[in-house]
């Protein structure tokens, strides 16, 4: 049973560990679920965490703001049950985010379906020229009377293929840089677009490629103001930063709770693998991983819930050291099982693979290095 004492930090209110207990109940009865067909299990995920109820979390009303805590609580636990779960809850926030943030009470509509978990989101950001670099985006957004023509390529793009609705951002001002982006509300059937490929990873989750030809928008897409997309993207992965992190931090402790029980089960050397100092000291460095990877995650939560409007360094702090940590946290887990710490389907295995792509989405570690540095240096 992973280590819950962290709900009695002053982060946290009542409301939090309620949460925390009601999903930890439903997870246990609910998850894992069958990967084998991962676009069904998805689907059937975020009808499963929708009907529970637990989806509302991963939007805002207009008038409502997103609890950053009860988002990083719920990814962690789902994480620490299934990474697919955790990602099928992630995408319906994430897709969405600019929609919480900004949307128009129109556009709000789409947050009633994906936070009940009966239409799916996307967020159609990255280029094959622009992952990192958000200010170089091309995919563009020609003005046309009162539409906007959208030409261009995404790629991985997470629910790519089974969404029903993508979040874009594309070039609709004639300049170059981060001040010329839009961001868009595109349903899954617009014409024009097209899902190229479907991309296959170490740890499958429904990710794609995708075309936009001559694809027509009404005016009333645009999300927030014309130009403002690059703020747009940087405003919704300040808040989703800090729940990879909390993902990040699932995965470890599932890795602590899987390597405790074989410490204490596993004999060697005549006695348990716990009673050997060099297991000790795993153990140990894996445990305050964990704990100063949960400050730094809950602390971001917290600091914007409190009503901060701008956690870039917070957000970057929580996610580089909580996803770098996990990767260290789950290889020494993998140690510790041997052999069968790297059998195909052993939970260790699966968190090895699971664990890699979050050092690189949603901005890899070294761009978070920049994140930070940038505010820190600023702050001087
Ligand atoms: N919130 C609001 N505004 C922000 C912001 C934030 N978090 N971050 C930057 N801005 C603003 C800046 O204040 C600046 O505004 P002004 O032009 O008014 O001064 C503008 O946006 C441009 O910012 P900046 O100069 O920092 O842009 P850069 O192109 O240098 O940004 C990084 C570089 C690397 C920080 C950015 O491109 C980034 O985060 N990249 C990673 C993207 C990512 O996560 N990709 C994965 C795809 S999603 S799976």
Known sequence: MADKSFLNWPFFEDKHRALSEALEDWCAQNLPVDHNDIDAACKS????????????????????????????LIRETLARHDGLADFA??????????VSLFGSLEQRKWLEKTRAGTALSAFALTEPA??????????????????????????????????????????????????GLSTFLVPADTPGLAIAERLRTIAPHPLARMEFTDMHLPAASLIGQRGDGFKIAMSVLDVFRSTVGAAALG????????????????????????DLQMVQGHIAEMAVDIDAAALLVYRAAWTKDMGATRISREAAMAKLYATDKAQEVIDKAVQIHGGDGVRTGSVVESLYREIRALRIYEGASDVQKIVIARQVLGAM
């Open 130 to 179: 622009s992952g990192s670099d958000v200010a170089n985006i091309s995919c563009s957004a020609r003005a046309e009377g009162d539409e906007f023509v959208i030409n261009g390529e995404k790629t991985w793009i997470s629910n790519g293929g089974i969404a029903d609705v993508y979040v874009l951002f594309a070039r609709s001002e004639d300049i170059s840089g981060a001040r």
């Open 251 to 274: 995965f470890a402790r599932r890795a602590l709770d899987e390597t405790l029980s074989r410490a204490t089960e596993r004999q060697l050397f005549g006695a348990p693998l716990a």
């Open 89 to 98: 809850f992630a995408m319906q926030g994430l897709g969405m985010g600019a």
């Open 45 to 72: 995920l975020a009808t499963a965490l929708g009907s529970a109820g637990f989806l509302q979390h991963s939007g805002a009303s207009e008038g409502e703001s997103l609890d950053v805590r009860s988002l990083c």
